[in-house]
């Protein structure tokens, strides 16, 4: 229920539809937790951060139009909120890239969802 203060709003961000629903599922079935947009690509997700000012984004790192820039773009636009990176690329190179622009979280995806939303539990609790 949107409204109640003491809801974690999140936005998810990946261009595979499967991943989306899924995390969607896992997500708002946490009665803290409250999904307010999903995006399909890196020009979405911005757009949609900067509509809903979610307290968590959540980007693929490859997503089309990088997950990168969107992680930046929301970082600059959206201030207040807290983006995590969700991959399935796990080397340096990504986890330095998406560190850099200030991702707060970097997971791979195929953890457990308890490892998921605890995650964006942490995430949302970094300062601002």
């Known amino acids: 229920m949107s409204g109640v203060p003491d809801r974690l709003t999140v936005l998810i961000g990946d261009d595979q539809p499967l991943i989306r629903e ?4 896992v997500l708002a079935a946490e009665p803290d937790l409250e999904v307010v ?3 399909a690509d890196a020009r979405e997700a911005v757009r949609l951060a900067v509509g809903h000012e979610p307290a968590v984004a959540i980007l693929d790192v490859r997503m089309p139009g990088g997950g990168a820039w969107a992680a930046g773009e929301i970082r600059r636009l959206s ?4 983006v995590m990176a969700f991959s399935a690329y796990g080397d340096s190179h990504s986890v330095d890239e998406m ?3 200030g991702v707060c979280e970097y997971l791979l995806k ?3 969802n308890s490892d998921i939303v605890a995650a964006v539990r942490r995430t949302a609790a970094r300062p601002r």
């Open 22 to 25: 899924a995390l969607k599922e």
């Open 110 to 112: 195929g953890l457990p």
């Open 99 to 101: 560190r850099r622009v």
């Open 37 to 39: 947009a999903v995006a």
């Open 79 to 82: 201030p207040a909120t807290r």
